[in-house]
C-alpha cells in the first residue's frame, strides 16, 4: 500500500473555467443585477428596484433591447409617447412604471430561457398566436392578466405542452 503525504495530494482540477462563466440575462444587462436568480437579481432587489422607480434611460434601454417601438412600449407601460419622450434621460420614472419595466424584463429573460435565444422570443412575441386567439403575445402585455397567459404559455412550452 502506498503511502501519500501531504505535499504529494493535489486538488487541482484542470478545467477551463469559461464552461462555468455565467452570461449576464437581459435584466442584468439593462438594469444591473447580482446575478443572484435565473432572473439576474434577487426578489428583493427587484422589489427595491420597483419601489424606487427607474431612470428614462434604463426604461430606453430595456424597450431598445426587446426590439419594441417606443408605440409598443408606451402600451404597455400605459404612458403616453409624448409623457415618456418629455422625461429627461436621468429622470425618476413613477414606481408603477417601474414595476411594469422589470415585469417586462423578467417576462423576456424567461422567454431568453424557454427559448435559447432572445432573437427567437423576439420573434414569437410578435407572431399571431392560435393560444392567443390570433394576437401576438406582445399586444396582452398591456394588463397583468396577459403577462400571466404569456408566462404560462412559456410554461406549456417548456415542457413540450403545444396548444
Do not use: C
Not at 437581459?26 to 428596484?49: E, H, I, P, R, Y
Amino acid at each position: 500500500m502506498k503511502k501519500y503525504s501531504k505535499e504529494t495530494q493535489t486538488t487541482t482540477v484542470a478545467e477551463p473555467m469559461v464552461a462555468y462563466a455565467v452570461q449576464p440575462n437581459l435584466f442584468a444587462t439593462v438594469f444591473g443585477g447580482s446575478g443572484k436568480n435565473a432572473f439576474g437579481a434577487s426578489s428583493f432587489d427587484m422589489l427595491t428596484l420597483s419601489r424606487q422607480g427607474l431612470p428614462k434611460s434604463g426604461l430606453m434601454a430595456l424597450a431598445k433591447k426587446i426590439s419594441l417601438t417606443l408605440q409598443e412600449f408606451a402600451n404597455i407601460m400605459h404612458i403616453s409617447e409624448r409623457t415618456l419622450q418629455r422625461y429627461d434621460d436621468d429622470a425618476i420614472i413613477k414606481v408603477e412604471y417601474a414595476e411594469k419595466a422589470v415585469e417586462l424584463a423578467r417576462l423576456y429573460t424567461r422567454g431568453e430561457e424557454v427559448f435559447g435565444s432572445l432573437d427567437k422570443f423576439k420573434t414569437w412575441m410578435k407572431t399571431p398566436l392560435h393560444a392567443f386567439k390570433g394576437e401576438a403575445p406582445v399586444s396582452l402585455l398591456d394588463t397583468s392578466i396577459g403577462f400571466d397567459m404569456v408566462f404560462k404559455e412559456l410554461g406549456r412550452i417548456e415542457h413540450g405542452i403545444f396548444a
